[in-house]
């Protein structure tokens, strides 16, 4: 059974500062990786898909990267702004397409 | 364009009652997901479907019930509302490998 767990829980961190966000999965057997991003009370806002035989996938400040052998991705911010402040989930795509996800990092820019 | 749409948004229901979720898209997507997003457990997979006319279980089925009479709409039934059914659901949409999207909620609390 796959299993995806997102490293740090929570992070805050000054505005102006690059940072990274971790998710490991158990199961390499994978489509791809989707990072997604979520606000409080809203749903979910897909950022970043890496295909299984990707290695990084980049959008603006955004840059994620898959290692399919370790189980590992990560999601690095450049540049960090307050309006990055939300929750980012990661998920693992399988079989029928369906997504395990981690239980998230809320991540909080200080201005 | 409104990508994945849910109803209703917010609802209330007494132990015991029934209701349905209705999930739609204009994507023309074959696969369409519902998960329950409860704290400290991330997002589940309740039900999934591949295409119009098929159904299947996820993770967590018990007590519901979906349908996909028409590609673009998927319903998930609740026959007996319980407490521990007080979640807030999400529905998705992907088309083969490609991004999820998700729909803004419905959060649900039965009293």
């Known amino acids: 059974k796959q299993e995806v767990t997102q490293i740090p829980a929570a992070l805050s961190v000054p505005e102006g500062e690059n940072l990274v966000l971790n998710c490991s999965f158990t199961?390499?057997?994978?489509?791809?990786l989707q990072w997604f991003r979520q606000d409080p009370g809203k749903g979910l806002t897909s950022l970043l898909l890496?295909?299984?035989?990707?290695r990084e996938q980049t959008s603006g400040r955004l840059n994620a990267s898959l290692d399919k052998s370790s189980g590992r991705s990560t999601l690095y911010i450049a540049a960090s702004q307050p309006g990055d402040s939300a929750t980012y989930l990661c998920a693992a795509c399988q079989g029928a397409q369906k997504l395990v996800f981690g239980q998230g990092t809320r991540l909080t820019i200080n201005p | 364009n409104a990508g994945v749409t849910q109803t209703p948004k917010f609802r209330v229901l007494k132990t015991g009652q029934s209701m349905t979720l209705l999930c739609a898209q204009d994507?023309?997507?074959?696969?369409m997901y519902w998960y329950r997003q409860d704290p400290g457990m991330g997002l589940r997979l309740i039900h999934y479907?591949?295409?119009?006319?098929?159904?299947a279980k996820g993770e967590v089925p018990d007590g519901y019930n979906v349908s996909r009479l028409k590609k673009q709409n998927f319903l998930l039934g609740l026959e007996s509302a319980a407490p521990s059914q007080t979640s807030v659901y999400f529905c998705?949409?992907?088309?083969?490998?490609?991004?999820?999207?998700f729909g803004q909620g419905t959060r649900l609390t039965v009293v």
């Open positions: 998705a949409t992907q088309g083969g490998n490609t991004e999820a999207f």
């Open positions: 890496i295909q299984s035989s990707q």
């Open positions: 199961d390499s057997a994978i489509y791809n």
């Open positions: 994507m023309n997507h074959e696969y």
């Open positions: 479907s591949v295409g119009e006319g098929t159904t």
